[in-house]
């Protein structure tokens, strides 16, 4: 469902789709959630980059190292 190759998805229903039915959720922290995808092990971050809109405006899904996932999360 994910391509190898991507690192980051920024489709609003595809990420809700990820969320709700194959990634495993890991951590949270302020305004950010730490993702791990079961088939290949990678560590996926939700973030809301634009802090000028209301709620963040839209979610961005992007891949994070295991060593920057355990620095910022501790999983």
């Given at each position: 469902m994910i391509d190898?190759?991507?690192?980051?998805?920024?489709?609003?229903p595809r990420?809700?789709?990820?969320?709700?039915?194959?990634l495993e959720k890991i951590a949270s922290g302020n305004w950010t959630i730490l993702y791990r995808d079961?088939?290949?092990g990678r560590f996926w971050e939700i973030t809301y980059p634009h802090s000028e809109r209301h709620g963040g405006g839209p979610a961005l899904l992007s891949v994070m190292s295991a060593d920057a996932a355990k620095a910022a999360?501790?999983?």
């Open positions: 190898p190759a991507e690192t980051e998805i920024t489709d609003q990420i809700a789709a990820l969320i709700a039915g194959k079961p088939d290949d999360y501790n999983p």
